[in-house]
């Protein structure tokens, strides 16, 4: 085993008003030695204190799963609710808390226990919680490690040594070819939850807020305006107006490409998961983990990987040892993060996307012997300073 036997998280959350402006903080510590292996202060809008305080929790849980998976876990939190709830002795009523628990009993292992403290052994937890209210923290943080700031990194400086070469692979032929994905902002049809899909769809345009998004997005990666040869993006009205405000802020022509186009829902398209389930019940329960069922008549995940691959190769190939700002969707994206990994396609449903979020993968041209490009996955799903992973999302 690997990383510290036990682990400690401490979890807490707060609105000021409750409801009101809220957030969480969540600290992740070895057990044993005391020492932090990671921190998060987050805020997720207008809430509730409880709401806050099983955010706290899930934070917490998902700082385990990435930084200790396989250790011993006992959560202190001074909320006496939440550790009644999760450790089975109270009922939960309130509906919103209902989702929230089903959540963090995912997230939590088979042992893991739950621990009741006063309020002044849980300072850790309410300072950053209280940091990321006052706009002074927001997201991950990791001692020693590089600040969540640092894009610029992860985009100018690829490993030019892919991991495990596989047999006859050489050194790479030349620099790698660096695609920055961003998801593209908020619609209407994102914070209703509804199927939203490619070109023969309703075709919503960005809300204010996803136009803010696209804004802050910008700004993130306007520092490589320089190092960046294009930005493309698929031909969808939302991902083409999030592109357009990115390609003004780095002084860059728009291309489009329509093999990064979302996935096709037929007629699911403009439909709640709840509406589809109700009108189209055997279709659904079909479509659901399948890779081959066309959704809604319209298509399949292995369709979408066809053309999603058909588009990568166009731009690589356009664009060798260069670097591509690539506005996208969901299916897409995580399409060509799988493939960057050399997951199987399966590794789509394991993942999640934040509208507006930013991927980096670098494809390195094929060895002597011809074989097909590496790759290399930089970043995955990270969000501009002061953004936070908890927002509306798509369902798909």
Do not use: C
């Amino acid at each position: 085993m690997t990383g510290p036997r036990s682990v400690v998280i401490e979890a807490d959350g707060g609105s000021r008003g409750n409801p009101g402006p809220a957030a969480y903080g969540a600290v992740l510590k070895d057990a044993e030695t005391g020492e932090v292996l990671a921190e998060d202060g987050t805020t997720i809008g207008v809430a509730s204190n409880n709401v806050a305080e099983y955010s706290g929790l899930i934070a917490g849980l998902k700082l385990a799963e990435q930084f200790a998976p396989e250790a011993d876990i006992e959560v202190r939190m001074d909320s006496k609710l939440v550790v009644e709830q999760m450790s089975g002795r109270w009922k939960i009523k309130h509906p919103a808390m209902k989702p929230l628990a089903t959540e963090a009993s995912r997230l939590a292992p088979f042992g893991t226990t739950y621990t009741w403290v006063p309020r002044e052994l849980n300072k850790h937890a309410d300072r950053l919680a209280n940091e990321a209210l006052d706009g002074l923290r927001s997201g991950v943080s990791v001692p020693g490690g590089a600040e969540p700031e640092s894009l610029i990194e992860e985009v100018e400086d690829p490993d030019t040594t892919p991991r495990k070469p596989g047999p006859g692979w050489g050194p790479p032929a030349g620099p790698p070819t660096t695609v920055v994905l961003v998801r593209h902002g908020v619609t209407a049809h994102t914070v209703e939850k509804r199927f939203s899909g490619g070109l023969a769809s309703a075709n919503p345009g960005l809300s204010d807020e996803g136009r803010a998004q696209a804004r802050a997005v910008a700004e993130w990666l306007a520092p490589l305006a320089e190092r960046v040869d294009a930005v493309v993006a698929s031909p969808v009205r939302r991902t083409r107006e999030t592109a357009e405000i990115v390609a003004e802020r780095l002084g860059k022509q728009l291309a489009v490409e329509p093999g990064f186009a979302e996935m096709e829902f037929g007629a699911w398209d403009g439909l709640t998961f709840d509406e589809v389930a109700a009108r189209h019940p055997g279709e659904l329960e079909a479509w659901l983990g399948s890779l081959e069922v066309a959704a809604g008549g319209g298509e399949s995940f292995r369709q979408v990987e066809a053309r999603v691959l058909s588009g990568l190769e166009r731009l690589v190939g356009a664009h060798p040892g260069g670097t591509v700002v690539v506005v996208s969707h969901v299916t897409p994206i995580k399409t060509l993060v799988a493939h960057a990994v050399d997951a199987p396609l399966e590794a789509v449903f394991r993942m999640e996307l934040s509208p507006a979020s930013v991927s980096v993968l670098s494809f390195f041209a094929g060895g002597p012997d011809g074989r097909e490009p590496r790759a290399s996955l930089r970043l995955f799903n990270a969000l501009p300073p002061g953004e936070s992973p908890f927002g509306e999302r798509d369902r798909w």
